[in-house]
């Protein structure tokens, strides 16, 4: 398995420019999500998907979409970046159980910089 | 809502010291705890978790007791090595809920 993969690693945007943040896992699990990280503020929820077709808002939504449209890929979409959203995206996944104490299993992440 | 609180860092402790990272939290009901660490330049492992009250969890030679009567889940380890420098993040999943809400991080730098 290779678990839970993220590209690209590193990628430098103009302000005002598109891209796609790009997720997938093996792992055949149905909840993914989208967290930033910033300095002094450790992660903060972007957008996260309890399964196919399903996906709502979490801490920090504005400025991203995000679709599921199969368990495997979770798209991260930054339709016009800006200076702000310079930062460390990671991607986790985890099965959808009741017990709570389903491990997240984080991707390695994507260094984004906005000029 | 939901909250976690860390001890400010960063933390730099010698090899072998004895090491306590603070984390409290606010929640209802009870929640499942998490500690996760970065190492430089990687995303985050699972080191330990805990699902209810008393329970203890351990990896690596870090360990973390819940405590419901305190809120807290304090991470420490007897001896700590060079290697174990990284970020450690304490984290909590609501009852019911899928969401893992993180405390802000502790920086530690082992110097040998």
């Known amino acids: 398995n290779a678990g839970v993969t993220q590209t690209p690693k590193f990628q430098v945007l103009k302000t005002g420019q598109s891209m796609t943040l790009q997720c997938a896992q093996d792992?055949?699990?149905?909840?993914m999500s989208w967290y930033r990280q910033d300095p002094g503020m450790g992660l903060r929820l972007i957008h996260y998907s309890v399964g196919a077709g399903i996906t709502d808002q979490g801490e920090v939504p504005n400025g991203y979409n995000v679709s599921r449209s199969t368990t495997e890929d979770f798209p991260l979409r930054l339709l016009s970046a800006a200076p702000s959203q310079t930062s460390v995206y990671f991607c986790a996944s985890s099965p959808v159980r009741t017990g709570g104490g389903e491990t997240q299993y984080f991707g390695p992440g994507t260094r984004l910089l906005v000029l | 809502g939901d909250s976690v609180t860390q001890m400010e860092g960063p933390v730099t402790l010698s090899e072998e010291a004895f090491l306590t990272i603070n984390c409290t939290y606010t929640a209802t009901g009870y929640p499942s705890l998490f500690w996760y660490v970065q190492y430089p330049g990687e995303g985050l492992q699972l080191l330990l978790k805990?699902?209810?009250?008393?329970d203890k969890g351990s990896n690596k030679g870090f360990e973390a007791t819940y405590r419901k009567e305190t809120t807290s889940f304090h991470l420490e380890k007897g001896s700590v090595q060079v290697s174990d420098s990284a970020v450690y993040f304490c984290?909590?999943?609501?009852?019911?809920?899928?969401?893992?809400?993180f405390g802000q991080g502790t920086r530690l730098t082992i110097n040998p």
């Open positions: 984290a909590l999943r609501g009852l019911g809920a899928q969401k893992l809400v």
């Open positions: 805990a699902t209810k009250a008393d």
């Open positions: 792992m055949n699990h149905e909840y």
